[in-house]
Protein backbone atom coordinates (compact mmCIF):
# COMPACT_ATOMS: atom_id res chain seq x y z
CA UNK A 1 0.00 0.00 0.00
CA UNK A 2 1.18 3.29 -0.62
CA UNK A 3 0.43 6.31 1.64
CA UNK A 4 -3.71 7.34 1.68
CA UNK A 5 -4.81 4.25 -0.31
CA UNK A 6 -6.85 2.00 1.47
CA UNK A 7 -8.68 -1.65 0.77
CA UNK A 8 -11.77 -3.25 1.70
CA UNK A 9 -11.77 -5.70 4.69
CA UNK A 10 -12.98 -8.71 4.01
CA UNK A 11 -13.30 -10.17 7.61
CA UNK A 12 -14.29 -9.28 10.71
CA UNK A 13 -11.64 -9.27 12.24
CA UNK A 14 -8.32 -8.09 11.92
CA UNK A 15 -4.77 -7.75 13.57
CA UNK A 16 -2.65 -4.83 12.17
CA UNK A 17 1.37 -5.68 13.58
CA UNK A 18 4.53 -3.45 12.89
CA UNK A 19 7.52 -5.12 12.70
CA UNK A 20 10.88 -3.09 12.35
CA UNK A 21 15.20 -3.82 13.10
CA UNK A 22 14.17 -2.54 16.80
CA UNK A 23 11.41 -3.17 19.10
CA UNK A 24 8.31 -1.11 18.65
CA UNK A 25 5.17 -0.31 21.02
CA UNK A 26 2.05 -0.64 19.17
CA UNK A 27 -1.17 1.09 19.98
CA UNK A 28 -4.51 1.55 19.06
CA UNK A 29 -7.25 4.23 19.11
CA UNK A 30 -10.73 4.38 19.02
CA UNK A 31 -12.44 7.01 17.62
CA UNK A 32 -15.56 8.81 17.08
CA UNK A 33 -16.46 10.75 14.09
CA UNK A 34 -14.78 14.25 15.30
CA UNK A 35 -11.39 12.25 15.63
CA UNK A 36 -11.26 12.26 19.63
CA UNK A 37 -11.40 9.38 21.72
CA UNK A 38 -14.52 9.04 24.56
CA UNK A 39 -12.43 9.19 26.72
CA UNK A 40 -9.33 7.58 28.35
CA UNK A 41 -10.55 4.35 28.08
CA UNK A 42 -10.15 4.33 24.32
CA UNK A 43 -6.02 3.96 24.47
CA UNK A 44 -5.19 0.24 24.03
CA UNK A 45 -2.07 -0.33 24.41
CA UNK A 46 0.08 -2.87 26.43
CA UNK A 47 -0.89 -1.31 29.82
CA UNK A 48 -4.47 -1.43 29.51
CA UNK A 49 -5.02 -4.22 26.57
CA UNK A 50 -8.59 -4.06 25.60
CA UNK A 51 -11.57 -2.02 24.92
CA UNK A 52 -14.75 -2.40 23.64
CA UNK A 53 -13.83 -4.25 20.08
CA UNK A 54 -10.25 -3.63 20.44
CA UNK A 55 -7.37 -5.49 21.82
CA UNK A 56 -3.39 -5.48 22.17
CA UNK A 57 -1.50 -8.39 21.30
CA UNK A 58 2.26 -8.84 22.52
CA UNK A 59 4.63 -10.51 20.66
CA UNK A 60 6.61 -11.40 23.67
CA UNK A 61 9.68 -10.00 21.77
CA UNK A 62 10.02 -12.39 19.45
CA UNK A 63 7.32 -11.40 17.32
CA UNK A 64 6.07 -7.93 16.80
CA UNK A 65 3.04 -6.36 18.93
CA UNK A 66 -0.17 -6.26 17.52
CA UNK A 67 -3.16 -4.20 17.39
CA UNK A 68 -6.36 -6.79 16.88
CA UNK A 69 -9.80 -5.41 15.75
CA UNK A 70 -13.17 -6.90 15.78
CA UNK A 71 -15.60 -4.44 13.56
CA UNK A 72 -18.87 -6.81 14.72
CA UNK A 73 -18.02 -5.29 18.25
CA UNK A 74 -16.81 -2.50 17.92
CA UNK A 75 -19.60 0.31 19.46
CA UNK A 76 -21.87 2.25 16.54
CA UNK A 77 -20.27 5.62 17.61
CA UNK A 78 -16.55 4.84 16.72
CA UNK A 79 -16.19 5.39 13.31
CA UNK A 80 -12.28 4.56 13.43
CA UNK A 81 -9.08 3.05 14.84
CA UNK A 82 -5.96 4.40 14.30
CA UNK A 83 -3.00 2.19 14.79
CA UNK A 84 -0.01 3.68 16.12
CA UNK A 85 3.85 2.82 16.92
CA UNK A 86 7.10 3.75 18.61
CA UNK A 87 10.52 2.81 19.11
CA UNK A 88 10.20 1.30 22.88
CA UNK A 89 13.66 2.97 23.46
CA UNK A 90 13.44 6.11 25.08
CA UNK A 91 14.40 9.39 22.27
CA UNK A 92 15.01 7.06 19.76
CA UNK A 93 13.57 8.10 16.08
CA UNK A 94 12.65 6.57 13.20
CA UNK A 95 15.79 7.61 11.39
CA UNK A 96 17.29 4.08 9.70
CA UNK A 97 14.37 1.82 10.48
CA UNK A 98 11.98 1.11 8.11
CA UNK A 99 8.71 -0.40 9.70
CA UNK A 100 6.19 -2.45 8.20
CA UNK A 101 2.56 -2.74 9.31
CA UNK A 102 0.63 -6.27 8.19
CA UNK A 103 -2.57 -5.95 7.94
CA UNK A 104 -3.84 -10.03 8.70
CA UNK A 105 -6.98 -12.12 8.79
CA UNK A 106 -7.10 -12.31 12.71
CA UNK A 107 -8.17 -15.67 12.70
CA UNK A 108 -6.19 -17.23 9.46
CA UNK A 109 -3.35 -15.14 9.74
CA UNK A 110 -3.82 -14.66 6.16
CA UNK A 111 -2.11 -11.18 4.71
CA UNK A 112 -4.30 -8.65 3.49
CA UNK A 113 -2.06 -5.81 2.74
CA UNK A 114 1.35 -4.68 3.64
CA UNK A 115 2.41 -0.92 4.29
CA UNK A 116 5.82 0.36 4.78
CA UNK A 117 5.60 4.35 5.34
CA UNK A 118 8.36 6.25 3.33
CA UNK A 119 10.76 8.81 4.06
CA UNK A 120 10.87 8.51 7.63
CA UNK A 121 13.40 10.72 9.43
CA UNK A 122 13.36 12.57 13.22
CA UNK A 123 9.97 11.24 13.80
CA UNK A 124 9.76 9.39 17.42
CA UNK A 125 6.20 8.47 16.38
CA UNK A 126 3.73 7.14 13.81
CA UNK A 127 0.34 6.60 13.10
CA UNK A 128 0.66 3.86 11.17
CA UNK A 129 -2.38 2.64 10.17
CA UNK A 130 -6.22 3.50 10.35
CA UNK A 131 -9.30 0.18 10.34
CA UNK A 132 -12.53 2.72 8.92
CA UNK A 133 -16.21 2.57 8.82
CA UNK A 134 -17.63 3.91 5.70
CA UNK A 135 -21.11 3.68 4.34
CA UNK A 136 -21.79 0.73 6.51
CA UNK A 137 -18.17 -1.30 5.62
CA UNK A 138 -14.89 -1.22 6.45
CA UNK A 139 -11.69 -0.54 5.25
CA UNK A 140 -7.71 -0.29 6.28
CA UNK A 141 -5.91 2.77 5.32
CA UNK A 142 -2.33 3.33 4.99
CA UNK A 143 -1.43 6.68 6.57
CA UNK A 144 2.10 7.04 7.60
CA UNK A 145 1.73 10.16 10.02
CA UNK A 146 4.82 10.87 11.97
CA UNK A 147 4.80 12.90 14.80
CA UNK A 148 8.54 14.43 16.82
CA UNK A 149 6.84 14.80 20.31
CA UNK A 150 6.30 10.91 20.48
CA UNK A 151 2.94 9.03 21.67
CA UNK A 152 1.94 11.85 23.87
CA UNK A 153 1.83 14.27 20.62
CA UNK A 154 -0.67 11.15 19.20
CA UNK A 155 -2.50 10.81 22.68
CA UNK A 156 -2.82 14.69 22.61
CA UNK A 157 -3.96 15.01 19.42
CA UNK A 158 -6.57 12.49 19.82
CA UNK A 159 -7.95 13.68 22.90
CA UNK A 160 -6.31 11.34 24.98
CA UNK A 161 -5.04 12.82 29.03
CA UNK A 162 -1.62 13.14 29.34
CA UNK A 163 -0.59 13.65 33.07
CA UNK A 164 2.93 15.94 33.35
CA UNK A 165 5.51 14.47 35.67
CA UNK A 166 6.03 15.98 38.72
CA UNK A 167 8.99 17.55 39.42
CA UNK A 168 12.28 16.11 41.06
CA UNK A 169 13.12 16.67 44.72
CA UNK A 170 16.63 18.63 44.92
CA UNK A 171 19.23 15.89 45.65
CA UNK A 172 22.01 16.33 48.34
CA UNK A 173 25.26 14.85 48.64
CA UNK A 174 23.82 12.39 51.38
CA UNK A 175 20.70 12.11 50.12
CA UNK A 176 19.49 9.27 47.36
CA UNK A 177 17.84 10.41 44.03
CA UNK A 178 14.73 11.01 44.71
CA UNK A 179 12.15 9.51 41.89
CA UNK A 180 8.88 11.77 40.76
CA UNK A 181 5.81 10.75 42.14
CA UNK A 182 3.00 10.76 40.36
CA UNK A 183 -0.70 11.23 42.07
CA UNK A 184 -2.18 8.07 42.74
CA UNK A 185 -4.89 7.83 39.91
CA UNK A 186 -8.66 7.05 41.10
CA UNK A 187 -9.87 3.55 40.56
CA UNK A 188 -11.79 4.74 37.81
CA UNK A 189 -8.75 5.94 35.64
CA UNK A 190 -7.27 3.73 33.16
CA UNK A 191 -3.25 2.81 33.36
CA UNK A 192 -1.08 5.73 31.75
CA UNK A 193 1.91 4.78 29.74
CA UNK A 194 4.70 6.29 31.69
CA UNK A 195 6.47 6.91 28.08
CA UNK A 196 3.67 9.44 27.11
CA UNK A 197 4.85 12.28 29.27
CA UNK A 198 8.92 13.03 28.74
CA UNK A 199 11.05 11.89 31.99
CA UNK A 200 11.84 14.81 34.28
CA UNK A 201 15.53 15.89 33.93
CA UNK A 202 18.15 14.41 36.60
CA UNK A 203 18.01 17.24 39.93
CA UNK A 204 20.48 19.56 40.17
CA UNK A 205 21.38 19.34 35.68
CA UNK A 206 20.72 22.30 33.97
CA UNK A 207 17.66 22.15 31.84
CA UNK A 208 18.16 20.88 28.34
CA UNK A 209 18.08 23.53 25.34
CA UNK A 210 15.04 22.62 23.28
CA UNK A 211 15.95 19.90 20.85
CA UNK A 212 15.86 21.42 17.35
CA UNK A 213 12.86 20.13 14.83
CA UNK A 214 13.79 16.85 13.20
CA UNK A 215 13.98 16.60 9.89
CA UNK A 216 10.47 16.14 7.96
CA UNK A 217 8.80 16.77 11.20
CA UNK A 218 5.46 18.77 11.23
CA UNK A 219 4.67 19.92 7.84
CA UNK A 220 4.95 23.00 6.12
CA UNK A 221 0.80 24.41 4.37
CA UNK A 222 0.24 26.89 2.89
CA UNK A 223 -1.31 29.50 5.47
CA UNK A 224 2.04 31.52 5.40
CA UNK A 225 1.89 32.13 1.46
CA UNK A 226 4.25 30.97 -1.54
CA UNK A 227 6.16 28.06 -0.01
CA UNK A 228 9.66 27.30 -2.14
CA UNK A 229 10.61 23.52 -1.45
CA UNK A 230 14.39 22.35 -1.42
CA UNK A 231 14.74 18.40 -2.71
CA UNK A 232 12.82 16.02 -0.75
CA UNK A 233 10.71 18.83 0.66
CA UNK A 234 7.07 18.12 1.24
CA UNK A 235 4.32 20.71 1.88
CA UNK A 236 1.03 19.85 2.90
CA UNK A 237 -1.86 21.77 0.00
CA UNK A 238 -3.75 23.14 2.86
CA UNK A 239 -4.71 26.87 3.32
CA UNK A 240 -6.56 27.42 6.73
CA UNK A 241 -6.83 24.30 7.64
CA UNK A 242 -8.55 23.42 5.01
CA UNK A 243 -7.39 20.73 1.60
CA UNK A 244 -6.85 23.33 -1.25
CA UNK A 245 -9.49 20.83 -3.34
CA UNK A 246 -10.03 23.30 -6.45
CA UNK A 247 -7.66 23.39 -9.84
CA UNK A 248 -4.07 23.53 -9.94
CA UNK A 249 -1.15 24.00 -12.67
CA UNK A 250 1.94 21.99 -12.34
CA UNK A 251 3.49 24.92 -14.89
CA UNK A 252 6.92 23.40 -15.74
CA UNK A 253 9.87 25.42 -17.12
CA UNK A 254 13.33 25.11 -18.41
CA UNK A 255 15.74 27.40 -20.60
CA UNK A 256 18.88 26.43 -22.61
CA UNK A 257 22.14 26.83 -20.98
CA UNK A 258 23.75 28.04 -24.32
CA UNK A 259 22.14 30.80 -26.37
CA UNK A 260 21.24 30.05 -29.91
CA UNK A 261 20.55 26.15 -29.25
CA UNK A 262 17.12 25.21 -28.84
CA UNK A 263 16.22 22.48 -26.23
CA UNK A 264 13.25 20.38 -27.09
CA UNK A 265 11.41 18.80 -23.28
CA UNK A 266 8.37 17.41 -22.56
CA UNK A 267 6.42 17.19 -19.35
CA UNK A 268 4.62 14.65 -18.58
CA UNK A 269 1.98 13.33 -15.40
CA UNK A 270 1.95 9.31 -14.16
CA UNK A 271 -1.27 8.75 -12.35
CA UNK A 272 -0.93 5.84 -9.96
CA UNK A 273 -3.37 3.96 -7.75
CA UNK A 274 -3.36 2.59 -4.03
CA UNK A 275 -0.62 -0.39 -5.40
CA UNK A 276 1.39 1.88 -7.12
CA UNK A 277 0.06 0.23 -10.18
CA UNK A 278 -0.26 2.95 -12.90
CA UNK A 279 -3.70 4.67 -13.95
CA UNK A 280 -2.20 6.37 -16.60
CA UNK A 281 0.25 9.24 -18.16
CA UNK A 282 -0.55 12.79 -19.29
CA UNK A 283 1.98 14.06 -22.05
CA UNK A 284 2.25 15.77 -25.40
CA UNK A 285 0.65 12.81 -26.86
CA UNK A 286 -2.58 12.15 -24.63
CA UNK A 287 -3.63 15.90 -23.60
CA UNK A 288 -6.52 14.26 -21.47
CA UNK A 289 -7.00 11.42 -18.90
CA UNK A 290 -8.93 10.23 -16.17
CA UNK A 291 -12.24 11.86 -17.50
CA UNK A 292 -10.64 14.94 -17.98
CA UNK A 293 -9.39 15.63 -14.32
CA UNK A 294 -5.83 16.13 -15.31
CA UNK A 295 -5.25 18.02 -18.76
CA UNK A 296 -1.92 19.07 -20.61
CA UNK A 297 -1.23 22.42 -22.48
CA UNK A 298 0.55 20.58 -25.45
CA UNK A 299 4.36 20.61 -26.50
CA UNK A 300 6.72 23.34 -26.61
CA UNK A 301 9.47 22.10 -29.10
CA UNK A 302 12.29 24.83 -27.87
CA UNK A 303 11.96 26.27 -24.23
CA UNK A 304 12.42 29.51 -25.24
CA UNK A 305 10.07 32.41 -23.70
CA UNK A 306 9.13 33.52 -20.38
CA UNK A 307 6.91 32.05 -18.26
CA UNK A 308 5.93 27.98 -18.01
CA UNK A 309 7.04 25.88 -21.34
CA UNK A 310 4.25 23.54 -20.67
CA UNK A 311 1.34 23.40 -18.23
CA UNK A 312 -0.26 20.47 -16.48
CA UNK A 313 -3.67 21.17 -15.33
CA UNK A 314 -4.74 19.13 -12.64
CA UNK A 315 -8.50 18.67 -10.90
CA UNK A 316 -8.04 17.61 -7.13
CA UNK A 317 -11.46 17.50 -6.62
CA UNK A 318 -12.35 15.54 -9.87
CA UNK A 319 -9.74 12.86 -9.38
CA UNK A 320 -11.04 9.53 -9.04
CA UNK A 321 -10.25 7.30 -5.83
CA UNK A 322 -8.59 4.92 -7.78
CA UNK A 323 -5.29 7.81 -8.44
CA UNK A 324 -4.02 8.05 -5.37
CA UNK A 325 -0.09 9.64 -6.33
CA UNK A 326 0.70 12.10 -9.04
CA UNK A 327 4.64 11.72 -10.59
CA UNK A 328 5.66 15.38 -12.63
CA UNK A 329 8.26 14.06 -14.73
CA UNK A 330 10.71 15.96 -17.52
CA UNK A 331 12.01 14.49 -20.47
CA UNK A 332 14.09 14.69 -23.35
CA UNK A 333 12.98 13.18 -26.40
CA UNK A 334 16.04 14.41 -28.60
CA UNK A 335 18.47 13.13 -26.14
CA UNK A 336 19.65 16.01 -25.18
CA UNK A 337 21.25 16.02 -21.14
CA UNK A 338 20.00 18.31 -18.35
CA UNK A 339 23.42 19.57 -18.33
CA UNK A 340 22.50 21.53 -21.10
CA UNK A 341 19.34 22.90 -19.49
CA UNK A 342 19.46 26.27 -17.28
CA UNK A 343 16.77 26.67 -14.98
CA UNK A 344 14.78 24.32 -15.01
CA UNK A 345 12.11 24.72 -12.17
CA UNK A 346 8.64 23.28 -11.51
CA UNK A 347 5.92 25.20 -10.15
CA UNK A 348 2.20 24.67 -8.81
CA UNK A 349 -0.23 27.52 -9.35
CA UNK A 350 -3.99 28.35 -8.02
CA UNK A 351 -6.29 27.82 -11.32
CA UNK A 352 -8.93 30.25 -10.11
CA UNK A 353 -6.67 33.15 -8.95
CA UNK A 354 -3.37 32.23 -10.56
CA UNK A 355 -1.42 32.66 -7.37
CA UNK A 356 2.35 30.89 -7.74
CA UNK A 357 1.58 28.36 -4.17
CA UNK A 358 4.43 26.21 -4.51
CA UNK A 359 7.98 26.10 -6.14
CA UNK A 360 10.80 24.38 -7.06
CA UNK A 361 13.89 25.03 -8.56
CA UNK A 362 15.92 22.05 -9.74
CA UNK A 363 19.42 23.55 -8.69
CA UNK A 364 21.90 20.61 -9.64
CA UNK A 365 21.93 18.73 -13.17
CA UNK A 366 23.31 15.10 -14.71
CA UNK A 367 23.99 13.89 -17.58
CA UNK A 368 20.38 12.08 -18.49
CA UNK A 369 17.34 12.74 -20.38
CA UNK A 370 14.82 12.28 -17.86
CA UNK A 371 13.85 13.62 -14.29
CA UNK A 372 11.44 13.55 -11.85
CA UNK A 373 10.54 16.85 -10.97
CA UNK A 374 7.86 16.96 -8.03
CA UNK A 375 5.24 14.26 -7.19
CA UNK A 376 1.51 14.77 -5.44
CA UNK A 377 0.27 12.26 -2.92
CA UNK A 378 -3.10 11.88 -1.58
CA UNK A 379 -3.06 11.47 2.38
CA UNK A 380 -5.44 10.02 4.67
CA UNK A 381 -7.29 13.02 5.31
CA UNK A 382 -8.19 13.35 1.96
CA UNK A 383 -5.63 16.54 1.90
CA UNK A 384 -2.41 16.48 -0.98
CA UNK A 385 1.33 16.72 -0.40
CA UNK A 386 3.72 17.69 -2.84
CA UNK A 387 6.90 16.51 -2.50
CA UNK A 388 9.88 17.92 -4.18
CA UNK A 389 11.87 15.40 -5.72
CA UNK A 390 14.53 16.10 -8.39
CA UNK A 391 16.04 12.33 -9.19
CA UNK A 392 17.19 12.02 -12.55
CA UNK A 393 16.47 9.13 -14.47
CA UNK A 394 17.96 7.74 -18.42
CA UNK A 395 14.61 7.77 -20.21
CA UNK A 396 13.73 9.97 -23.18
CA UNK A 397 10.05 9.36 -22.89
CA UNK A 398 7.25 9.22 -20.15
CA UNK A 399 6.78 5.74 -20.63
CA UNK A 400 10.22 4.63 -19.24
CA UNK A 401 9.79 6.97 -16.11
CA UNK A 402 6.72 4.75 -15.13
CA UNK A 403 8.68 2.01 -12.96
CA UNK A 404 11.46 4.26 -11.75
CA UNK A 405 8.06 6.83 -10.83
CA UNK A 406 6.32 3.78 -8.84
CA UNK A 407 9.24 3.17 -6.88
CA UNK A 408 9.43 6.99 -5.88
CA UNK A 409 6.11 6.62 -4.33
Known sequence: MTPGSNIPLSTARVAVDVAAPVRLDV???????????????????YNQPSG?????????????????????AVPPGIEKIVVTASPDAAGQTFQGIEPTATIRGADDGSVLATFTPPRLGGETALVVVEIYRRNGAWKARAVGQGYANGLAGIATDFGVSVEEPAPA?????????????QAMPAPTTPPVDPRLAPPAPPAAAPAPAPAAPAPGAGKINLDKGRVSLQKNQTVSLVKGGRPLLSQVKMGLGWEPAFRGKDIDLDASVIAFGPQRNHVDSCYFGKLSIVNG????????????????????????GRLPAEVTGLVFTVNSFSGQ???EVAKAYCRLIDAATGEELVR???????????VMMAKLIRQFSGEWDMTAMGDFVKSRTVRGMVKPAAQAL
Do not use: C, M, W
Open 337 to 339: KFT
Open 52 to 72: PGVTYRSGGGTAPDAIVVDTA
Open 27 to 45: SGLLLTADGKVRSDDDFVF
Open 169 to 181: APVTAQAAPVTPV
Open 293 to 316: AIKHSGDNLTGEGGGDDEVIVVDL
Open 360 to 370: FDLTNAEAQTG
